[in-house]
T-cell receptor, first 113, second 115 residues
């Protein structure tokens, strides 16, 4: 069974640029959630995709957007990067059942300069 | 809306001593509660969870937690600390039942183990 994988591991971007982060969900999982973890903080929920549609969103602006593909992998896109977007971005997948448990990937460390 | 408060950003215990990490939550409906551990430069690993049923929950690595509805608490304990337990610990809450999975996390507690 393959776990949740994320790419790239690290990324450095300049303010105002756009970035795309990728996540492959665990085998058999149809739901993907994205979280932002700033340094020294707990993760914050960005949004969730279930069967290719967004079905939940946290308190993040529209410049944070996503996609989920038919194989349930997912992308997180961030436009017009700001310095405060520097964080660890975590992807988590689950199987969509009532007692669903989220399995986290190792994260992508984004630095905005 | 739900929220989580973790008391103590840093907790230091001696190797072999009791570990107690505190978590209080607020939720408008019966919650699902979780404890995750994060080692440096890694993602989150689930230690244990409470959904329904028995209020004392046992997890991996000898950790357990007790759901106390009257105190809105879900404190994490381990009888005897090991050096390998040094890590960041996060308590999280999610609304029970259907709907989006978004977890609400506390700010975390850094556990330090003294030799």
């Amino acid at each position: 069974e393959t776990g949740v994988t994320q790419s790239p591991t690290h990324l450095i971007k300049t303010r105002g640029q756009q970035v795309t982060l990728r996540c492959s969900s665990q085998s058999g999982h149809n739901t993907v959630s994205w979280y932002q973890q700033a340094l020294g903080q707990g993760p914050q929920f960005i949004f969730q995709y279930y069967r290719e549609e967004e079905n939940g969103r946290g308190n993040f602006p529209p410049r944070f957007s996503g996609l989920q593909f038919p194989n349930y992998s997912s992308e997180l896109n961030v436009n017009a990067l700001e310095l405060d977007d520097s964080a660890l971005y975590l992807c988590a997948s689950s199987d969509g059942t009532v007692l669903r448990e989220q399995y986290f990937g190792p994260g992508t460390r984004l630095t905005v300069t | 809306a739900q929220s989580v408060t973790q008391l103590g950003s840093h907790v230091s215990v001696s190797e072999g001593a009791l570990v107690l990490l505190r978590c209080n939550y607020s939720s408008s409906v019966p919650p699902y509660l979780f404890w995750y551990v994060q080692y440096p430069n890694q993602g989150l690993q689930l230690l244990l969870k409470y959904t329904t049923g028995a209020t004392l929950v046992k997890g991996i690595n000898g950790f357990e937690a007790e759901f106390k509805k009257s105190e809105t608490s879900f404190h994490l304990t381990k009888p005897s600390a090991h050096m390998s337990d040094a890590a960041e610990y996060f308590c999280a809450v999610r609304l029970g039942g259907g709907g989006a999975d978004g977890l609400t996390f506390g700010k975390g507690t850094h556990l330090i183990i003294q030799p």
